[in-house]
Nanobody
Framework: QVQLVESGGGLVQAGGSLRLSCAPS????????MGWYRQAPGNERELVAD???????NYATAVKGRFTISRDNSKNTVYLQMNSLKPEDTAVYYC??????????WGGGTLVTVSS
């Protein structure tokens, strides 16, 4: 079973930055959209940002102008640069990939904690 593996989470002060990375545990193919979701305690999982193979991006309103998503199509890796972090960004961040054939891949999550 292929999984996505996230890295880069941690504890940061408000106003700081973190960069999340995500790579598959082994080669995967025909990936269209890759993205990041997050889930805070007591909340549902929500989309943070996604990017298709052509480079078109989509951001949640709460992170526009602060977060930047990018990907490396040759490696099916995706990144999330998070700047000007706020305490409300505290959550477990999950990587997601969707193939052209309808297969969904998820990571196990990485915790981001922003202190005030």
């Amino acid at each position: 079973q292929v999984q996505l593996v996230e890295s880069g989470g941690g504890l940061v002060q408000a106003g700081g930055s973190l960069r999340l990375s995500c790579a598959p545990s082994r080669s995967i193919f025909n990936i269209d959209v890759m993205g990041w979701y997050r889930q805070a305690p007591g909340n549902e999982r929500e989309l943070v940002a996604d990017i298709n193979r052509g480079g078109s991006t989509n951001y949640a309103t709460a992170v526009k102008g602060r977060f930047t998503i990018s990907r490396d199509n040759s490696k099916n890796t995706v990144y999330l640069q998070m700047n000007s972090l706020k305490p409300e960004d505290t959550a477990v961040y999950y990587c997601h990939a969707h193939s052209y054939y309808g297969v969904n891949y998820w990571g196990g999550g990485t915790l981001v904690t922003v202190s005030s």
